[in-house]
Each structure stands twice: as C-alpha cells, then as structure tokens.
C-alpha cells in the first residue's frame, strides 16, 4: 500500500468533513468494508467527538477525524498515525479538551449497540473514554 501524507486538521470545518465521511461509510446502502472500517474505529477508539444527528448523539474518533481530509484508504496508509498527536490537535481547533462523561459515555454504548458492535469495556491501554461535546 502506497503512504499517503497526512495532514492535521485546522479548522472545525475538517473536522464536520471527517464526521461526514464516518457518516457516509456507516450508510447501511454503503460499502460493507467501510461500513466493517467505521464500526471498527467506533469500537476501539478512546477519544471522540461527540455530535447530534436528528436528535441522535453519534461519535467519530479523534484519531481519524484529526486528520485532514481523511478516507479509509488515507488511515490504512499511515502508519504514523496516533491518536495523542490528533487528540492535541483537536484540543486547540475546538479550545477546550475531552472530558469523562458518564451521561455521554451512555450514549456511547447505546449508539454501539445500534450498529451491532460490542464496545471493549476501556479505551486504549485501559484508558477511559473521553469526549469532546459538539452539540
């Protein structure tokens, strides 16, 4: 697989893009391997934007949304990628850091269980989840 350079994100504009796009592959008349991709980084991830969708709260991870323009093919070429460069990031395009958050973290498992994977019971390294509130 050709490595694709990748740029941070540097507006909040990139990041409704990236949100856009894990909105497009989880499509259920989409593509089964991006819909298999999305749910995947759902399922692992550790940091997360939160965001409303029809009164719905959804979660996209920071370390794809932190980068600019990013695709599946784009996150499975770089193998730089980290979620603690991204979640800096972040921090300084939204001003202000994710947070625990027992009432997000609810909808979190909620929202995976609507998309029929289980969420492991810790982020990465057995961190907590943390989110950054968009709504």
Known sequence: MEYIENEFVKSQEDIQKNIETIEAYLNPYGYKDKQFFAANL????????AYKV???????????????????????????KDGRDTNEV???????APIEDAEIETA??????????????KGAFGAKRKYWRMF
């Open 90 to 96: 972040i921090n300084r395009v939204l001003g202000f």
């Open 42 to 49: 759902i399922k692992n991830g550790t940091c997360f934007i």
């Open 108 to 121: 979190y498992i909620k929202y995976c269980n609507k998309l029929f994977i289980t969420p492991k019971a």
């Open 54 to 80: 029809d009164n719905e709260i959804r979660f996209a991870p920071s370390r794809f949304v932190g980068y600019a323009e990013n695709s599946m093919e784009k996150h499975e070429s770089n193998d730089y």
